[in-house]
């Protein structure tokens, strides 16, 4: 089972909102990715979490925070989104940070952000 | 820095027509090419990683190859199923980074 489980599925929020995404995986996977993707164009990688530690920021604005409450879990906060940011928010995960190329990222269905 | 090149950018294929979508890459050193398939407003779908040049791997009417310098996702008679982007991304040494193409649309037609 290669499943990653991302909440909700769709999301409308405006400038002043608070909301979050959630991902979920029970594969004993210690590496988990957000992803930004808009529409035509490949995933931009945000952040990278290894063994529940942030290792990889790709300067993303302080609006998105991420957060790793478990090995199994991966929140992302949003705060004050500006309509630019409505994308695709894909979460994934791998098995074993720097395990090489066997290390496969599998992604979840995503979250559909809309920003009003 | 590295960089990856995808064509063609969109293939209408016949049902049953043969083809090869095409990956080019630069890299500082190759870890892993990975190929995944993605549908309209879905995550992207593993298909395949190559490790070394040589390599092949298939899967049904998929099969993946690997040179130096590029990677090739040859179809074999296609069905309307099949239709989708395909994203090529590669990963080199020291680092956890994907680094993906633009992808290829393809659709097949019945």
């Known amino acids: 089972d290669t499943e990653v489980t991302q909440t909700p599925k769709h999301l409308v929020m405006g400038m002043t909102n608070k909301k979050s995404l959630k991902c979920e995986q029970h594969?004993?996977?210690?590496?988990m990715y957000w992803y930004k993707q808009k529409a035509k164009k490949p995933p931009e990688l945000m952040f990278v979490?290894?063994?529940?530690?942030?290792?990889i920021n790709e300067s993303v604005p302080s609006r998105f925070s991420p957060e790793c409450p478990n090995s199994s879990l991966l929140n992302l906060h949003l705060h004050a989104l500006q309509p630019e940011d409505s994308a695709l928010y894909l979460c994934?995960?791998?098995?074993?940070?720097?395990?090489?190329?066997?290390?496969?990222?599998?992604f979840g269905a995503g979250t559909r952000l809309s920003v009003l | 820095e590295d960089q990856v090149t995808q064509s063609p950018e969109a293939l209408r294929l016949q049902e049953g027509e043969s083809s090869s979508l095409n990956c080019s890459y630069t890299?500082?050193?190759?870890?892993?090419l990975f190929w995944y398939r993605q549908d309209p407003g879905k995550g992207p779908e593993f298909l395949f990683t190559?490790?070394?040049a040589g390599e092949e791997k298939e899967k049904e009417r998929l099969k993946a190859t690997l040179t130096k310098k590029e990677s090739f996702l040859h179809i074999t008679a296609p069905k309307p199923e099949d239709s989708a982007t395909y994203l090529c991304?590669?990963?080199?040494?020291?680092?956890?980074?994907?680094?993906f193409g633009t992808g290829t649309r393809l659709t097949i037609i019945p």
């Open positions: 594969m004993g996977h210690r590496a």
């Open positions: 979490y290894s063994y529940e530690k942030l290792s």
């Open positions: 890299v500082s050193g190759l870890r892993g």
């Open positions: 190559l490790y070394s």
């Open positions: 991304a590669v990963r080199p040494f020291g680092n956890e980074k994907l680094t």
């Open positions: 994934a995960s791998s098995h074993t940070p720097g395990q090489g190329a066997k290390n496969i990222q599998y």
